[in-house]
């Protein structure tokens, strides 16, 4: 199957800090991506969907001042979390559709506020 | 209604035995349905992907399609321990997106659990 990248796996921020995740799509073209947050024996919760060169769009009670999406390539999706607070703590999944549709999922970032 | 739905368990399976999930969702133009394998604390991996009512058999995994009655399910045969992890139900949906490949909704997830 195709391979999703992000970075970093784990990071540990300070409270009113922001924090960077990067999504890559290494072997093939992804116009659309997705960013999912999941907190502890809960389901995916999508986020927003990302968008080659467009606007992301956010589902509904998500902050969209608050997620930053920058989509800037077709390999390439990153979300920033802007003055992250403990409530922020979660872990952060993007995955990205192939041509088949099918999804494939990055590794996961565990997002640790204090 | 939720829009999957799957029951949470978790499932107890002997080891050796075969592990059943099921499935329904309520998007009756739905086209492409997908289970993930996910373990504590990792991300989920796709292990079958099905898009025609029957079966579809990949190694120990079968997916089990019926369009008409809006189930899918998930047979693990010979299920060992490495399989106990949580299962995750996904359908395309069509309706109530304007993106033309569709939604992925994903389903709470079944926790499976396969003792020695």
């Known amino acids: 199957g195709a391979v999703v990248s992000q970075h970093p796996s784990r990071v540990i921020c300070k409270s009113g800090t922001s924090v960077k995740i990067e999504c890559r799509s290494l072997?093939?073209?992804?116009?659309?991506m997705f960013w999912y947050r999941q907190f502890p024996k809960q389901s995916l919760m999508l986020m927003a969907t990302?968008?080659?060169?467009?606007?992301?769009?956010?589902e509904q009670g998500v902050e969209k001042d608050k997620f930053l999406i920058n989509h800037a390539s077709l390999t390439l999706s990153t979300l920033t979390v802007t003055s992250a607070h403990p409530e922020d703590s979660s872990f952060y999944i993007c995955?990205?559709?192939?041509?088949?549709?099918?999804?494939?999922f990055g590794q996961g970032t565990r997002l640790t506020v204090v | 209604q939720k829009e999957v739905e799957q029951n949470s368990g978790p499932l107890s399976v002997p080891e050796g035995a075969i592990a059943s999930l099921n499935c329904t969702y309520s998007?009756?133009?739905?086209?492409?349905f997908f289970w993930y394998r996910q373990y504590s604390g990792k991300s989920p991996e796709l292990i079958m992907s099905?898009?025609?009512?029957g079966d579809k058999e990949d190694g120990r995994f079968t997916a089990q399609l019926n369009k008409a009655s809006q189930y899918v399910s998930l047979l693990i045969r010979d299920s060992q321990p490495s399989d106990s992890a949580t299962y995750l139900c996904?359908?395309?949906?069509?309706?109530?997106?304007?993106?033309?490949?569709?939604?992925?909704?994903f389903g709470a997830g079944t926790q499976v659990v396969v003792t020695p």
């Open positions: 995955s990205a559709r192939d041509r088949e549709a099918e999804a494939f």
């Open positions: 072997d093939f073209q992804a116009t659309t």
């Open positions: 990302s968008n080659e060169g467009s606007k992301a769009t956010y």
């Open positions: 998007d009756r133009g739905s086209q492409s």
């Open positions: 099905i898009y025609s009512n």
């Open positions: 996904a359908v395309n949906m069509k309706k109530g997106t304007t993106d033309s490949w569709g939604k992925l909704q």
